[in-house]
């Protein structure tokens, strides 16, 4: 995992409640075996027209997005189905964060082990940002993952939660399966110490 | 006495394998069910890494997603799915995992396949690469959703990292009217609370309604956890559980059942454990429920009008409604009832259990689909299509003039050709109305089988109440 310490970048607003997983890549794309190549469909049906033609009302689409890495949305951002395939094209695309007042569970445990830092910050400082953008689309936020804080474009700083495990792995780009695979003796005690066992090849 | 537990807790507290300060609990994962969309960047992942699957006989497959609902004597079309369901198949062939595949009379969704061959057990830990793994929380099972890092974490070591999760407490009281059904209950819970209203939190579904519930309809309010927001849903086990999972293939036998049963009957919540929330629902004033919108919390009782955009509660929410109504082409303020549509779906993981193909057949008996509605009925799995078959169903559907189709999740998802045109209207039993889920343009109302087949016979959105 490619370890995430500090971001400094414009912002790319989706003033949305509520963004599923099914917008962010369409179920139709998940038919493939790989990771690759998911980022031409991010967003894919707002983004595009019927013909493949690109929608200019479309935020993705507009000059002054192009290399953001800093995603603000809307509540609940990332809901619905548990698709792994979404922070994939999210971060193919370019994004490292996601700011926004609330994330989906299964969305947030699958962004955080993709280096994809969300964000959560509050009401108000969410409207701010919505704001600030719409005037100025070149505004600038920083990121600190090490001490927790959104640098505001006025200087103003904000804390926002991580937990502590996340933040070590993000911090060091290491990943979880290392920290499971190193329980080996404790995961095989519990298995002996299990009164009844399943058998799917059984029966 | 020790502090009294809820059965979330105590499902819990069996499975931590290892707690360090800071870090998630390493949980163990008795049952890890896999399916072809989410799992071959895992097996992938294994390969380079050189690892092996820890537990192959805790691991079971089966192809769901991708698969055509046509008659399985004919090849899949779409070279991208056949090569994904291909893929599951060597992939379970090289890691030693069973898999009941496209052609196994076994095969199913993935929620339906696992309760029905007996694999979903009270007290357990289930794991899927899919969000609707909650359904096996019906059986009293602790049971989530995980992306396909996760899938990869269990395949390799059985355990799955995971923080704690608040308690929530739905309490549903009272006796269910004609017409009203399990899927009415947890649309009507979503449409109060949100559908992020469980975030962080595992429902535990009790009250005298649930308890009446049979196993397939406790299986439909656990289903759609996920679209209140919570990481799973579950009911505790009672006698209604084990009269379902005795004798079937894969439940413990003779010994081996009493001492299940007897450590069963210890998961109960205990009296006067205490929960980080609670909601209480009267099922006696609950009607048939349906969404107007774009998210499963945009639902309504089926004689409300659609909602305007001034019921949001700030900018943000009214602005969502608007681009709902917008994409669903509806207005606000006017009836659904009478509201034409195109498609009528029954089936998914929510609905396509016997009993829900029992309620559509008993509607459909004798009546014909409206001659402008394509109604598609598609069962949950293989074993459900050879029982209602058995019991004629199909010829009841057939005759009404709906579509008997093969095992899958089809229109549910869309991804294997099963899909609407770009501006039709379905009445759907699945379980998501997102912009475009049932097919890129499409409009689903989310509703019960009910629901479903009197909308089908009247060719528009119908009260089932009114021909029951
Ligand atoms: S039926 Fe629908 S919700 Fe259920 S597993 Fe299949 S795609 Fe997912």
New binding site residues.
């Given amino acids: 995992m490619i370890p995430f310490t500090t971001l400094t970048s414009r912002i790319l607003p989706l003033p949305i409640d509520n963004i599923d997983t099914d917008q962010i890549i369409p179920a139709r794309f998940l038919k493939t075996i790989s990771k690759e190549g998911l980022d031409r469909n991010l967003f894919c049906d707002w983004r595009y027209h019927e013909d493949g033609s690109e929608r200019a009302d479309f935020i993705l689409n507009q000059p002054e997005a192009q290399g953001a890495q800093i995603l603000l949305a809307g509540d609940n951002f990332g809901c619905g189905?548990s698709r792994e395939h979404a922070p994939w094209a999210l971060t193919q695309f370019g994004f490292r964060a996601i700011l926004s007042s609330s994330f989906a569970d299964i969305f947030r445990g699958n962004a955080l082990k993709n280096s994809l830092l969300p964000v959560v910050i509050s009401e108000d400082v969410k409207q701010e940002l919505f704001a600030l953008r719409q005037k100025d689309a070149g505004v600038e936020v920083s990121i600190d993952l090490e001490s927790q804080t959104l640098t505001l474009p006025d200087g103003r700083q904000v804390e926002f939660p991580v937990d502590p495990f996340s933040k070590y792995c993000l911090l060091n780009g290491v990943d979880e399966l290392g920290y499971l695979v190193k329980h080996e003796a404790e995961i095989a005690a519990w298995e002996a110490r299990q009164p009844w066992a399943l058998n799917t090849l059984g029966a | 006495m020790s502090k009294p537990r809820t059965i979330i807790q105590k499902v819990w507290d069996n499975h931590v394998v290892a707690q360090q300060e800071g870090a998630p609990a390493l949980l163990y994962i008795d049952l890890h069910l896999v399916h072809e969309v989410t799992s071959p960047q895992a097996f992938e992942g294994l390969r380079q890494r050189g690892l092996k699957v820890r537990q192959p006989s805790r691991t079971i497959a089966t192809t769901?997603?991708s698969i055509p609902t046509t008659p399985r004597s004919l090849p899949i079309v779409d070279p991208i799915a056949a090569t994904q369901v291909a893929k599951l198949e060597s992939n379970c062939k090289e890691f030693g995992i069973p898999c009941f595949g496209f052609h196994s009379e076994n095969q199913g969704?993935?929620?339906v396949m696992g309760p029905e061959l007996g694999l979903t057990q009270p007290g357990m830990t289930v794991v899927c690469g899919?969000?609707?793994t909650a359904t096996h929380g019906a059986f009293g099972a602790l049971a989530f959703g995980i992306g396909t890092s996760q899938v990869e974490h269990v395949l390799a070591t059985q355990c799955l990292l995971q923080q704690p999760s608040q308690s929530y407490e739905v309490r549903v009281d009272g006796v269910l009217k004609p017409g009203v059904t399990a899927k009415d209950i947890i649309l009507a819970l979503i449409a109060r609370i949100g559908i992020g209203g469980g975030t962080a939190s595992v429902f535990e579904y009790r009250g005298t309604a649930i308890s009446s519930l049979s196993m397939e309809e406790r299986m439909t309010v656990c289903n759609m956890s996920i679209e209140g927001g919570a990481r799973a849903g579950l009911i505790a086990p009672d006698d209604t559980t084990y009269e379902y999972i005795h004798g079937r293939r894969f439940a413990p036998q003779g010994e081996a059942w009493d001492a299940a049963v007897a450590r069963w009957r210890m998961l109960p919540t205990d009296e006067g454990a205490a929960y980080d929330k609670s909601i209480v629902i009267d099922a006696n004033s609950l009607e048939p429920m349906i969404t107007y919108g774009t998210n499963p919390g945009m639902g309504i009782a089926i004689s409300q009008p659609v909602p305007t955009p001034d019921a949001g509660k700030d900018a943000i929410e009214r602005d969502s409604i608007r681009k709902a109504l917008d994409y669903m082409a509806l207005e606000g303020g006017k009836p659904l009832l009478g509201h034409p549509v195109n498609v009528v779906f029954i089936?998914?993981?929510?609905n396509s259990r016997m009993s829900d193909l029992r309620q559509a057949a008993a509607i459909l008996k004798g009546r014909k689909v409206s001659p402008s509605v394509r109604t598609m009925v598609v069962p949950g799995s293989q074993e459900v299509k050879r029982q209602a078959e058995a019991e004629g169903l199909h010829e009841v559907f057939r005759a009404a003039g709906a579509e008997w189709r093969e095992a899958g999740?089809s229109m549910?998802?869309a991804m294997n050709g099963d899909q609407l045109a770009p501006g039709e209207y379905c009445v759907s039993t699945?379980?998501?109305n997102f912009e475009g889920r049932q097919g890129k343009g499409g409009r689903t109302f989310l509703a019960s089988p009910l629901t479903a087949a009197a909308s089908a016979i009247q060719g528009s959105i119908a009260d089932v109440r009114s021909i029951l």
Avoid: M
């Avoid at chain 2, 089936?347 to 929510?350: I, N, Y």
């Fill in positions: 189905s | 769901d997603h969704i993935v929620h899919d969000s609707h089936g998914s993981c929510t999740c549910c998802i699945s379980n998501r």
